[in-house]
């Protein structure tokens, strides 16, 4: 990211914004980078990237205040993981057929199925308690869809080390979620 980037600047030191003062600064960002998350959703999400940010930013709550801009990107990443996750779970209740999957053809992408999110967001909490650094660059990378550099700069790392850690981290999630054991 560059300087003129929203989530670039720290605010004066001391002071603290709330969500609701720094949502317009950063909306059109996190709004693009939500479009980019929810190209990679299944054809028949309900969910857009204007409803994913929208409901992040409810999740957030407009009076919580933040130190810095990164400090909102990190936990709006963090809230629109929940949204996803929730709508997820809603979707695959019995109540809305459960594992019924619809299909609708022709279909050229690959959709992300609710129970790999599910057991993507299971192996990221165990994920945290070994690495919280860690865990949460998949954060801003998955669901905010950070670049490497924007990851790294929102972290306050290198994107070298940020690079090393997404390696190690899917690695460290892939073998949690197949089942398969580090060599």
């Known amino acids: 990211m560059n300087e003129g980037t929203p989530t670039s600047g720290r605010m ?3 002071s603290s914004h709330s969500a609701g003062t720094l949502l317009p600064q950063v909306y059109d960002e996190l709004r693009r980078l939500a479009a980019a998350r929810m190209a990679g959703e299944r054809g028949d999400h ?3 990237a204007t409803a994913l ?3 992040a930013y409810l999740k957030l709550g407009g009076d919580q205040s933040f130190a810095t801009k990164s400090a909102f990107m990190r936990a709006a990443a963090e809230a629109m993981r929940r949204v996803l996750l929730d709508h997820a779970r809603a979707k695959r209740a019995d109540k809305r057929g459960g594992d019924w999957n619809r299909i609708d053809l022709p279909d050229a ?9 599910i057991a993507l967001d299971e192996a ?4 945290a308690e070994v690495d ?3 865990a949460e660059l998949v954060q801003l990378r998955y ?3 950070l670049s490497i550099p924007q990851a790294a700069e929102t972290l306050g790392i290198s994107p070298r080390t940020a690079d090393r850690t997404w390696a190690y981290a899917r690695a460290w999630l892939f073998c949690r979620i197949s089942g398969e054991k580090l060599a």
């Open 12 to 14: 004066e030191p001391g």
């Open 46 to 48: 309900t969910l857009d």
């Open 124 to 127: 990221l909490a165990e994920f």
């Open 143 to 145: 669901f905010t869809g």
């Open 132 to 134: 919280p650094q860690a």
């Open 109 to 117: 992408s690959v959709p992300i199925d609710d129970s790999n999110l």
């Open 53 to 55: 940010v929208h409901e």
